[in-house]
């Protein structure tokens, strides 16, 4: 059992910057990709970004490319989401996601691969 807990959210104008943190309890994480989706208010959830538990495979939807950074540091249990030139439309509740797997560079971009979830950091970006 993974436990995950986001943090690093809050209100910032556009064209600014947050780093979300997902820190893993339960388990290492060494062995787990991991993914950040976000869901705005009346939208269904979406992918925003993944990394393969190496660290060697990462992803990312096409509205935050260039934007967005997601990286991972297995020794502290804790990934990382970078969020650069943040937009209006980034205002989102922002999740984290683990899968255990076996593949050193496998990411996964399908929410429904994911078998643990934080609880969610609100991500707000004012105009």
């Known amino acids: 059992q993974v436990q995950l807990v986001e943090s690093g959210g809050g209100l910032v104008q556009a064209g600014g910057s947050l780093r979300l943190s997902c820190a893993a309890s339960?388990?290492?994480?060494?062995?787990?990709?991991m993914g950040w989706f976000r869901q705005a208010p009346g939208k269904e959830r979406e992918f925003v970004s993944a990394?393969?538990?190496?660290?060697?495979?990462?992803s990312y939807v096409d509205s935050v490319k260039g934007r967005f950074t997601v990286s991972r540091d297995n020794a502290k249990n804790t990934v990382y989401l970078q969020m650069n030139s943040l937009k209006p439309e980034d205002t989102a509740v922002y999740y984290c996601a683990a899968v255990r797997t076996t593949l050193s560079g496998r990411y996964y971009r399908n929410q429904y691969d994911y078998a643990y979830w934080g609880q969610g950091t609100q991500v707000t970006v004012s105009s």
């Open positions: 990394i393969s538990w190496s660290g060697a495979g990462t």
């Open positions: 339960g388990r290492t994480v060494n062995s787990y990709a």
